[in-house]
């Protein structure tokens, strides 16, 4: 059964970098059939995604986020992580990583991960 | 602003049928992309729990249903029960933004 763990610093600095990583188990990374994703949630708010890669290493963002954005993948050990530069506080929020299927922009996301909650605040 | 618009709240006493709408535009869900939704029970992560506009995942009960009409789409849950309380969320593509976007999701309150 695919399970997805994010792990990572819960408290980032203002101005500075997060960094997570999610890993996959069950299946693998490497599966032409999917892309794997981020996706967060401000706390009391609605789901926003943050992008997606696929195992060659293409990525897809959201153009809103786009210019801090770099989500990477390591076939080897079977995760996807995520990098944020500049945070400011309403980059606080429960972080998910979630399968993202099929190959496809329009795909579903499913299973997602637990979450895990980043703070920014100094 | 969510560029799909679904309602803050529904609510509905067990037993009882209610329906979530999810209101897109002609780059998202009228420009054919699909509409998948999703549950989320407060404080754990969202569930997959329709795809495809009309699919349900293998586990889902069949008082859930999906279904896209032109710019919108809709989730119809029958037979309300205390379990069914939870946040859901549309999802789709919109080429205008060129990304994924999500509604701002609908709180189901079970009287």
């Known amino acids: 059964q695919l399970q997805l763990q994010e792990s990572g610093p819960g408290l980032v600095k203002p101005s500075e970098t997060l960094s997570l990583t999610c890993i996959v188990s069950?299946?693998?990374?490497?599966?032409?059939?999917?892309?794997w994703a981020w996706i967060r949630q401000p706390p009391g708010k609605g789901l926003e995604w943050i992008g997606s890669i696929y195992y060659s290493g293409s990525t897809y963002y959201n153009p809103s986020l786009k210019s801090r954005v770099t989500i990477s993948v390591d076939t080897s050990k079977n995760q996807f992580s995520l990098k944020l530069s500049s945070v400011t506080a309403a980059d606080t929020a429960v972080y998910y990583c979630?399968?993202?299927?099929?190959?496809?922009?329009?795909?579903?996301?499913?299973?997602w991960g637990q979450g895990t909650l980043v703070t920014v605040s100094s | 602003q969510s560029v799909l618009t679904q309602p803050p709240s529904v609510s509905g006493a067990p037993g009882q049928r209610v329906t979530i709408s999810c209101t897109g535009s002609?780059?998202?869900?009228?420009?054919?992309?699909?509409v998948h939704w999703y549950q989320q029970p407060p404080g754990t992560a969202p569930k997959l729990l329709i795809y495809?506009?009309?699919n349900r995942p293998s586990g889902v009960p069949d008082r859930f249903s999906g279904s896209k009409s032109g710019t919108s789409a809709s989730l119809a849950i029958t037979g309300l029960q205390a379990e069914d309380e939870a946040d859901y969320y549309c999802?789709?593509?919109?080429?205008?933004?060129?990304?994924?976007?999500f509604g701002g999701g609908t709180k189901l309150t079970v009287l």
């Open positions: 495809g506009n009309n």
């Open positions: 979630a399968r993202h299927r099929p190959a496809a922009i329009s795909g579903r996301f499913d299973p």
């Open positions: 002609s780059s998202n869900i009228g420009a054919g992309y699909d």
């Open positions: 069950g299946d693998s990374i490497s599966s032409s059939d999917y892309y």
């Open positions: 999802q789709s593509y919109d080429s205008s933004l060129s990304g994924v976007v």
